[in-house]
């Protein structure tokens, strides 16, 4: 059974920086390309990030390029989200997801989420 | 970007109904539409991906169809499981879209 277990999440102040991981189990993390997609509080999902299986691509939102970086260490199945100069406009639940083997751009598995706020 | 507008913003129905939930793109995303579906709490779950195929486990009573810019999700017969937010979602070109969401609400 695939599983991804975000953590991470927190409240930080405007301008300041985290980092979210999320554990993967259950499938070959190294073949599957993974992305995180947020969702700010009572809205919709919005595609952050998505990093290729051997961490060599990734491709980013415009609202997060040059503020946020992805990374990955398949030897320990385990994505990242690097967060930096952070607005309150990032405040959201972000969840990792899983990219299929096929490499098509769509999340097939989804974990539960961590929460993000960013308020002084 | 491609704009992705989904229609109605809420529909309101009655278990055994059938739900038709529309996604407008704002240029061609050929057949690269995908669905989810998400309940209040919970993170959202693969439905439909190019535009008529069902992910794993998913029942037959949702189907997909579509083509270019105009895109429907049909749940025929309600369950009062169905009841949730669903989303549009293009993997035609980055960056990766998703539409506002339908709540269909009973």
């Known amino acids: 059974e695939v599983q991804l277990l975000e953590s991470g999440g927190g409240l930080v102040q405007p301008g300041g920086s985290l980092r979210l991981s999320c554990a993967a189990s259950?499938?070959?993390?190294?073949?599957?390309?993974m992305s995180w997609v947020r969702q700010a509080p009572g809205k919709g999902l919005e595609w952050v990030s998505t990093?290729?299986?051997?961490?060599?691509?990734?491709y980013f939102a415009d609202s997060v390029r040059g503020r946020f970086t992805v990374s990955r260490d398949n030897s320990q199945n385990t994505l990242s989200l690097h967060m930096h100069s952070l607005r309150a406009e990032d405040t959201a639940v972000y969840y990792c997801?899983?990219?299929?083997?096929?490499?098509?751009?769509?999340?097939?598995?989804w974990g539960q989420g961590t929460l993000v706020t960013v308020s002084s | 970007e491609i704009v992705l507008t989904q229609s109605p913003a809420t529909l309101s129905l009655s278990p055994g109904e059938r739900a038709t939930l529309s996604c407008r793109a704002s240029?061609?995303?050929?057949?690269?539409l995908t669905w989810y579906q998400q309940k209040p709490g919970q993170a959202p779950r693969l439905l439909i991906y190019?535009?008529?195929n069902r992910a794993t486990g998913i029942p037959a009573r949702f189907s997909g169809s579509g083509s270019g810019t105009d895109f429907t999700l049909t749940i025929s017969n309600l369950e009062p499981e169905d009841f949730a937010v669903y989303y549009c979602?293009?993997?035609?070109?980055?960056?990766?879209?998703f539409g506002g969401g339908t709540k269909v609400e009973i």
């Open positions: 240029q061609s995303v050929s057949s690269y």
């Open positions: 979602q293009q993997r035609s070109s980055w960056p990766l879209t």
């Open positions: 997801a899983t990219i299929p083997l096929s490499g098509t751009q769509y999340f097939q598995h």
């Open positions: 190019d535009v008529s």
């Open positions: 259950g499938f070959t993390f190294s073949s599957h390309a």
């Open positions: 990093l290729n299986n051997n961490g060599g691509s990734a």
